[in-house]
Structures are given as C-alpha cells and as structure tokens.
C-alpha cells in the first residue's frame, strides 16, 4: 500500500497532526499492521520535500512541537491521478506452494501431505477471519471478506491440483 | 415429540452426539463409502469437504439416516440407527434432526408461516402454538416479511432462510445441511450461513455441513474431508 498517499487522501478532508494522521490510518487502514511512528514522520518529511503538503502551523506540545499538515494543490492532483491509476494485478505465477509441491514429488516425498498440510492452515485462518467479520462493522467486514477470497482462491488451487497430483508427478519425474 | 427407545447402550462415545464407524456404501459398481468414519459432539459445526462425487452427501445421508449404509454403524446418542425400526428412524428424523437442502425442500402450495410449522404439525404440536413458533423462527432469520407469502413469490435467499427456520424450529439436537449456500451468491449465501451458525449456536444444535465452498466451511468449527470414500480430519492430522 502507498502509504503516502493515503496519508494524501486523509488530509484531503483538512489538515491534521502526524499524531492523528497515523491514528486515522490504523483505524481505517491498518487493522493488523499499525504503522510506526518513524514510518510516519518519514512519510511526511518525504511528502513535504516533493511539495505535496505544507506545515500548516506549530504547536508547542510536551516535546518537539507539533507540526499540522495540510495537503497542497500539487498533493490533490497527485491523490487523484493515483486513484484513477488501475492497480497492477498480482499475477501469482512464483508460488512457493507451487515450489514446494515439485520438491515434494522430486525428492519421493508425499507431496498430497504439503498440499493437505497447507489446506489446514488456510482453513484456520479462515476461520479466524469469518469469527472476526461476525463481531466487526462493515469496514472489518469487507477487509476480511477481501483476505477470505483470497484465500478460497488458494484452497481452490490446492484441491485441484490434489486432483492433479498423479499427473503431476509423472511430468516433473519424467 | 415422540420420545425414541433406546434400544441398546453400546460401546460408550462418550460426550459424542453422534459417531458412525466403518461405513460403506457402494451403488451399482461404484463404492462411494469405504470405511468412512465419522463424529460429532453436541453443538459443534462439523464441515464436510470433498471433491465433487466423492461422497459427501452419500455420508450425510447415511447419518441421517436417509440412506441405509451397505456396512458399518451408525450411533446417535448411543442407539444404533440401523437396527431401528423404519418408524423409529423416522421419529427421530422428525424429533432430532432437522434438514436443510440446496434446492426444493420447501411446499410449493403452503406459505413461508405454513412452512417452517410444518414439522412441529407434523409432530402434533397444535396450530396456533406452531404457528407462533414457527413466526418466532422466520423473524430470527430476518425472513418475517415473508410469512404470508409462498415459496415461489420469494427470493432464493429469502427462501433458504426459511428453509433454516423450518430445520431448527422443533429444536433439533442435529442439523444436517447439504450444500445449503449452492444456489446462492455471495453475498446472500454468506447471509444464509451466519444466520445458520448463529441460530444453531444459539439453540445448541449441532450441525452437519456438507459443502463445497471453502467460505461456507470457515464458519465450522471443524473440517472434515472425504476423500477415496474415507473422512479425514487433516487439521487434527496435521496438529498430530
């Protein structure tokens, strides 16, 4: 995630302090990877540099003071051009299960164990993340749902190549 | 409810609700169970996985007593399901277990109301206490809009929640449901399913999920997988 510019589109709606902005994001965008504060004020420093946001005002506060951030007419056009911009979809093709599956069966190994193994392990934290959307709101809901597509994706994979696994076997062994 | 007689205590399951054992079931040439094993405690949501035709509703039926396995055993509360009589299994399928399917199971000719009272009707409970029950049950699977209304006027989501109501309004200890998101999006599907688990969380109901969605199972407790005509619980296996 670019992490600059979220910070872009939360100062959209006004100026904030570094405090708040990272506050803001682990609310919305950071429910299992809060940021670190270093990781925000390098963010800024940057955004300050390229001229895509402004000091708005000091405080003074019990350290440092407090620096308010505002987003500039170069941050906004910049926020907007990268929403417009389509995400590069990932295209999945180096797969470490895939890897692991092939050195399974070159080395005589049982290979339908990496893949049932690893069935187990999705299908806990999908669990996990189904018990979670029950208790969250919408936000949580569709964060998990996200992560759980995902995920169904990879036990579809698993199971066919379950399927497959004879025929597998008997193309990377030839 | 027709109290069922146990007939024979048998090997103990201990705290198990339910336990089958080496069961077969083979039609025509095809073995579809071999030596399957199978159980389930009470209030667990036990996800019952496989490729397709590997066996899954064949396993589901023979709990449930529907289809009579070639081999094997079946225990339910410690009575051997397969050396009751026809009318007893039946009792217990009107008194213990409740049933939730893909596709038609609800009566084309009665209202959703009529529906979910059925099996309380059918085990003498009188109308009007049916009916308030069974009012009470469309109204927790947030379907009470369509009590008046009969199967063919509703949505296909709407109409899987009534089918849900239907299966827990008697108060079953066992909830056998085969595919009962298939039909569905996702998004209606998902609905079906939180509903179900909550409901049966709720009632302390066991339940039985035959599924083939991956997203349907995550709201088990536990998965079980059939495959070659055997159950594997692989988490288990792979916590071992």
């Known amino acids: 995630m670019s992490i600059g510019h979220t910070f872009l589109g939360l100062l959209e709606s006004g100026p904030r302090h570094g405090y708040d902005l990272k506050r803001n994001f682990d609310e919305r965008f950071g429910q299992d990877r809060p940021l670190a504060y270093g990781q925000v004020y390098a963010t800024l420093a940057r955004l300050l540099k390229n001229g895509l946001v402004r000091v708005d005002g000091t405080e003074p506060g019990d350290g440092p003071e407090r620096k308010r951030y505002a987003i500039t007419d170069a941050g ?3 926020v907007g051009r990268w929403l417009d911009q389509p995400e590069k979809p990932e295209p999945y093709l180096h797969s ?12 005589g190994r049982p290979a339908v164990g990496v893949l049932d193994t690893q069935r ?4 806990r ?11 969250g709101d919408l936000a949580d809901q569709l964060v998990c749902d996200h992560a759980l597509f995902h995920l169904e994706a990879d036990l579809r994979w698993l199971e066919l190549t379950a399927a497959r696994i004879d025929e597998l076997a008997s193309e990377v062994t030839r | ?14 705290d198990l609700l339910m336990v089958a054992t080496g069961l077969r079931k083979t039609y025509g040439a095809t073995p579809a169970l071999e030596s399957a094993d199978f159980s389930i405690r009470p209030g667990e949501v036990v996800a019952v ?4 035709g590997s066996g899954k509703s064949t396993l589901l039926h023979c709990l449930a007593g529907i289809v009579q396995p070639d081999g094997g055993q079946v225990r339910y509360r410690h009575q051997e399901m397969s050396a009751m009589p026809d009318a007893e299994r039946s009792a217990l399928r009107r008194g213990e277990f409740g049933f939730v399917f893909q596709f038609g199971q609800l009566v084309p000719e009665l209202t959703c109301l009529e529906n979910v009272a059925l099996p309380l009707r059918l085990n003498g409970v009188r109308r009007r206490p049916a009916q308030e029950r069974a009012a009470q049950w ?6 009470d809009t369509v009590a008046g209304k009969r199967p063919g006027e509703i949505s296909g989501g709407q109409g899987q929640r009534v089918a849900v109501a239907r299966a827990l309004v008697t108060g079953p200890r066992l909830v056998f449901a085969d595919e009962p998101t298939g039909a569905l999006d996702s998004l209606n599907g998902e609905r079906v399913m939180r509903l179900l688990a909550a409901a049966a969380k709720d009632s302390g109901a066991a339940v039985v999920l035959v599924t083939h969605e991956p997203r349907v199972a995550a709201y088990s407790d536990r998965e079980v997988v059939v495959r070659d005509g055997r159950c594997r619980d692989l988490e288990q296996e792979h916590a071992a």
């Open chain 1, 120 to 123: 187990a392990e999705h299908l």
């Open chain 1, 76 to 78: 906004v056009t910049d």
């Open chain 1, 125 to 135: 934290l999908m669990r996990e993340l189904t018990r979670r959307k029950a208790t």
């Open chain 2, 138 to 143: 469309l109204a927790r699977l947030e379907v």
């Open chain 1, 96 to 107: 470490t299960l895939y890897t692991k599956v092939v050195l399974a069966l070159l080395t």
């Open chain 2, 49 to 52: 996985m496989g490729p397709s």
């Open chain 2, 1 to 14: 409810m027709t109290p069922v007689p146990v007939p024979d205590p048998g090997p103990d399951t201990g």
